[in-house]
């Protein structure tokens, strides 16, 4: 048995049956061609809940390497091997003078699974840079690209969270960044910490650094109480409804979404809701930031423990509001 406990950020108790690193596309494809499995792919375990037994073979892609592939004036395009930390990615690049990645600093795991969700954060998402990913089928080891236009990359989603779910293994990701800045100061908070800082003619480094004393002011830190970041979806709701409900909540947070809808603040309605810094069976919301379940016992609690709270703030958040919030991070029962 393999004790996986401490191999996610939330720290669920989780003993697996098999577990396999691979170091290189070739070895991965080697793998998938001569056994047929299941397998579950494991990065960083940032945005995962995996049960108490796992008997699913679980497959670590340790794949690493960043390469430049073309470039010119305008743009480079790097190659980056699935194993790589996207965060030391991000610094890397800005040491490069490659742009593009600066307000998704701080980000836990790992660069395979960035498209997974289409990470996002400050209003950047991957898909603004994603080129192509390079795919190794689970089943049967072919290898293959793809371009990001073929990935269905839309808000905290892609093809690989829905449809073509555990099919792949993404083995490496193309992505054309910016020679020259391109900042995106679009959240209203990064311009006031910029100011804060009294940098008016900000770098795409002073963006990032004022991302990451944003997000380590705000974030619950899981290497000091173990957590999955947001544990819930933004919900979207139609005019009519975001109508009804500021009838009755007149300073509800709500932005305007991509498709014309709105975007309701999940974390917003959990605090409304009294459930900032209550738990149960030590599992709760932090008192940091609502949106954040944390698990007060490591190594302890199990998935039961995490969706049993889950499913509390769910069915408060649906009575008093009449919104359905969806768990953001994978769940593998
Ligand atoms: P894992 O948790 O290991 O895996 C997640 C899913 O992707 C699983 O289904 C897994 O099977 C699949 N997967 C992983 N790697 C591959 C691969 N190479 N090929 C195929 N499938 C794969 N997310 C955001 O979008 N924005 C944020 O700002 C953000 N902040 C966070 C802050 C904190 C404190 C935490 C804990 C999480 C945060 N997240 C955020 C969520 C998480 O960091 C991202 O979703 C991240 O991309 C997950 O990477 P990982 O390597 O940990 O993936
Ligand atoms: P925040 O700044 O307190 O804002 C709360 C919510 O309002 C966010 O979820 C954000 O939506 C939305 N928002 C704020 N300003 C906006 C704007 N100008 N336009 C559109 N939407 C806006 O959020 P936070 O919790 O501290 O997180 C900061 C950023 O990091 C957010 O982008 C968040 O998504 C990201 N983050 C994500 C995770 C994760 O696990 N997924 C964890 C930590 C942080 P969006 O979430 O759509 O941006």
């Not at 007060?296 to 049993?308: A, M, Y």
Request: charged letters at 20%; hydrophobic letters at 40%; proline letters at 5%.
């Amino acid at each position: 048995m393999f004790d996986l406990s401490h191999r996610t950020t939330l720290a669920l108790r989780v003993q697996a049956n098999e577990v396999v690193e691979i170091h290189s596309e070739a070895e991965a494809s080697a793998l998938c061609a001569d056994r047929k499995r299941p397998w579950l792919v494991l990065s960083g375990g940032s945005n995962i809940l995996l049960p108490a037994e796992l008997t699913q073979p679980v497959l670590i892609p340790l794949i690493k390497g960043i390469v430049a592939c073309e470039q010119n004036a305008e743009s480079i395009l790097i190659e980056v091997g699935a194993g790589e930390s996207w965060n030391d990615l991000v610094w890397y690049c800005l040491e490069q003078g490659w742009y593009g990645l600066e307000n998704l600093v701080e980000i836990p795991g790992w660069a395979g699974a960035a498209p997974i969700q289409n990470i996002g954060a400050y209003g950047v998402e991957v898909k603004d840079v994603l080129d192509s990913v390079r795919l190794v089928d689970l089943d049967n080891g072919t290898v293959m690209n793809r371009s990001a236009m073929d990935c269905q990359l839309a808000y905290r989603s892609s093809i690989f969270k829905h449809k073509e779910q555990d099919r792949w293994l993404i083995s490496a990701l193309r992505l054309r960044l910016w020679r020259q800045p391109h900042l995106n100061l679009s959240y209203a908070g990064i311009r006031a910490e910029l100011e804060a800082r009294g940098c008016r003619q900000p770098s795409p480094v002073d963006v990032a650094q004022a991302v990451r004393s944003m997000r380590q002011r705000k974030l619950v830190d899981p290497a000091v109480l173990p957590n999955a970041g947001s544990f819930f979806q933004n919900p979207v709701v139609s005019n009519e409804q975001l109508e009804e409900i500021l009838r009755h909540e007149p300073d509800l947070m709500y932005f305007p979404d991509a498709s014309g809808h709105a975007k309701l603040a999940a974390g917003w309605l959990i605090e409304r809701c009294g459930l900032k810094g209550q738990s149960r069976e030590g599992v709760g919301c932090s008192n940091q930031h609502a949106l954040v379940v944390v698990n007060n016992r490591p190594g302890q609690n199990t998935l039961h423990e995490v969706l049993d709270w889950a499913g509390y703030v769910q069915s408060c958040v649906l009575d008093r509001f009449g919104v359905h919030l969806d768990i953001e991070p994978r769940i593998y029962h």
